[in-house]
């Protein structure tokens, strides 16, 4: 019979092959045949401002939207405006590619394709993670594995990976984020191992742009249900006290993603929100714009964003009514319209819907494929999506995570309770992000909603993993002993499953 040791062993060399065997194919996936990955829109230069870097073009080839230039080199002086430079996460991996750059023999001061080795390893290492904390067969267990790089490596996010925009980070964030969650039912090492990777996931998601910063909720509230024993914060109330500081952290790095915005996209982001997502969903623009706190004729703007010919801040009055361009303001008014407030949510299903926006290209100019050509090597996921809908897709995502609340209150065993879990929280950051893309900034809403479709392939994926989470009385779970000694005993209604043996530990959500 095997020993508790051998069947760790066994746990350990799974994560192992399968985080290996995740970080090798997205290699594959991302270089072969040739490398893939997002042609820049703009966005990208000012982030990579913050490096004082430049795209390298070749002559004669269009720079934006078409081709995916990997390369870059040092900006010439005076070549970047510090004031619209993009603050965030994102940075920090950029950075670590430029360092990686020269040791994988790449050309300039960067080259986008370290970046996309960096994921892969990235991913490895959230691939182990998560999978160290399932249970089950063998064969259960790869399905997981399988089916959560099926959505992660779906050309609908991939495609990042080689990318200079900030959506990598809270990408690579959040996947780090809830598979460090699923260890809050372990072992108290396990805990305090999970509670790290989650925390530094979370704060690399919250952080890698302004949008992402509303992720911290979600994140809160699971931290919230988790008790983390720690030296002598082990028994009781004081089981909180590390989750509690893990929480603080990320809210720290919200903020101040938050605060780190340039002060002219508070303006223009807002601007935007009116002009193009309000005045074009009201029945009477004139009207709508004077609820707003504008001059009725201001309606003329409908639909001109802040990149538009003539556009709203070209106005001669502008001056006098900028400080209306605030989300305290865009809030009143929702608030005060809900037909206008429907029909904004109601047109980005949509564009939840189309999963992938369809304007940028992935190939660099070299693959000798026509410019704005998209890859799909690995596009299932997106599918999936695009054949349910937004409404639907968001219907099933809002079922699993109201379904897995009264699952989690039933559930004894810790360490399917730290699985049900992320089911809600994976929901809840799919609705936080949705909402927050789509009424707070009302242009390029489907590239803006891509956290919002990730976390719904999580949520799905969370679901299914529940099955292959274990319980309390199988393999590899901590003696009851060290459960009452942390002071971690779940409480017992007359709902709780019957199923978990006397004594088990405590949930780690909960």
Known sequence: MNT???????????????GAAAGGLMAVRLFVPSPVGMADNGDGFRRMCSLDAVTLVPPGVEQWLRFAHFTYTRAPRDGCDP????????????RAAEVLSGPLGLPGVLDLRALAVLFCVLIAGAFALFAAALRGSVLRRSVVCALLFLVVADSTFAGYAASPYGELAGLTGMVWA?????????????????????????????????????????????????????G???????????????????????????AAQPGQFRRINPTETVFVGLLPRSDDPREAAADLGLPADFARYEGRSWWAEDPPQSDPRWARYEDRMTYGNIASFLVTHPVVTARVAYDALDDFGAARPDY???????????PGAQESRLALF????????????????????????????????????????????????T???????????????????????????????????????????????????????????????????RTAPAGAAASGAG
């Open 178 to 230: 809830l598979a460090g969650a699923v260890h809050l039912g372990g072992a108290p090492a396990a805990r305090v191992a999970g509670l790290l990777a989650c925390t530094a996931g979370a704060v690399v998601a919250v952080a890698s742009k302004a949008q992402s910063a509303t992720m911290a909720v979600p994140f809160l509230v699971l931290l919230a249900l988790a008790r983390v024993p720690v």
């Open 4 to 18: 508790a040791r051998d069947r760790l062993g066994l746990r350990h060399r799974f994560a192992l092959c399968a």
């Open 431 to 497: 609705w936080t992000q949705f909402l927050t893309a789509v009424y707070g900034e009302a242009i390029e809403n489907t590239k803006h909603l891509v956290f919002a479709v990730l976390a719904a392939g999580l949520t799905l994926v969370m679901a299914v993993a529940v099955s292959a989470a274990g319980t309390g009385s199988g393999a590899g779970a901590p003696p009851a002993r060290d459960a009452d000694r942390d002071g971690l005993a779940p409480e017992r209604g007359a709902g709780a499953e």
């Open 360 to 370: 940028l290209g992935s190939y660099p100019p070299e693959a000798g494929l026509p």
């Open 232 to 258: 002598r914060w082990r028994a009781g109330w004081r089981g909180r006290i590390a989750p509690a500081l893990a929480a603080v952290v990320i809210v720290g790095a919200a903020v101040g993603e938050i």
């Open 83 to 94: 004031a619209q430079v993009y603050p965030g996460s994102g940075n920090w991996l950029l």
């Open 382 to 429: 997106g599918a999936l999506v695009r054949d349910l809908g937004g409404g639907l897709t968001l219907a099933l995502v809002t079922v699993l995570g109201a379904a897995a609340v009264p699952w989690w209150r039933r559930t004894a065993d810790p360490r399917r309770r730290a699985f049900v879990a992320t089911v809600p929280c994976a929901a809840a950051l």
